[in-house]
Every structure is written in structure tokens, then in C-alpha cells.
């Protein structure tokens, strides 16, 4: 049994990299090899199916994380912050020059606060 938790944890390691039918293709050799009994292997694969599901959104979040983290440390300009920079010129622009009506000032704000 030892044998069978160690080569369940060896493949949880790597099992976010691994198909449905891959796990069920190693839970059937398990069960050929008389590790696994019959009647336990759709739920082990169920299992296991479940922790690499759970290991590769565990993963995305790392990896965006780490991108955040690269990209907030690389001084780099955000959409976001090229969006509001551009709104306030804009606005300061049309209400120093007068060149807009209200309602077009006020169009013009609910655009580009919408997106």
C-alpha cells in the first residue's frame, strides 16, 4: 500500500500536466498490476482528475501573480493608466478651451469611464 501512496504522490505532482484519459490509461495499469482494486479506480481517478484541475488553476494563479508583480516592477505604463491620463488632458482641454458643450463633456466622460 506504501508503494501505491507513493506512486499516487509522485503522479500529483505533475498531474495538472496530465488528460483525463491519461490518468485513466496509469489507474488502469495500477489496476492490472493488482495496486488498484476495480471497484476503486473511477474514484481514484475522479480524484486525481480533480487535483489537476486544482493544481493547474493553482498554477495560472502563480503565474499571473508573477506576471503582475514583473510587470509593477518594470515601470512599464498600464492601459488603465494611459486611459485616465488621457481623460484628464482631454477634460482639461475642453474645459480650459471651451471648444465642447456640457452634455458633450459629460458624453465624453461617460465613454471613456465605461471602458
Do not use: P, T, W
Request: no cysteine; net charge negative.
Amino acid at each position: 500500500m506504501s508503494n501505491l501512496l507513493e506512486k499516487s504522490f509522485n503522479m500529483g505532482l505533475g498531474l495538472f500536466a496530465y488528460s483525463r484519459e491519461k490518468i485513466e490509461n496509469m489507474v488502469d495499469e495500477l489496476v492490472n498490476k493488482g495496486e488498484v482494486a476495480r471497484k476503486d479506480a473511477q474514484g481514484f481517478v475522479s480524484d486525481l482528475v480533480k487535483k489537476g484541475e486544482e493544481q493547474r488553476e493553482e498554477l495560472k494563479k502563480i503565474i499571473r501573480d508573477e506576471i503582475k508583480d514583473s510587470l509593477d516592477l518594470s515601470n512599464l505604463v498600464k492601459k488603465d493608466d494611459i486611459r485616465e491620463i488621457l481623460r484628464e488632458e482631454l477634460l482639461s482641454v475642453i474645459n480650459d478651451e471651451g471648444i465642447a458643450r456640457k452634455e458633450d463633456i459629460s458624453n465624453l466622460k461617460k465613454s471613456l469611464n465605461s471602458k
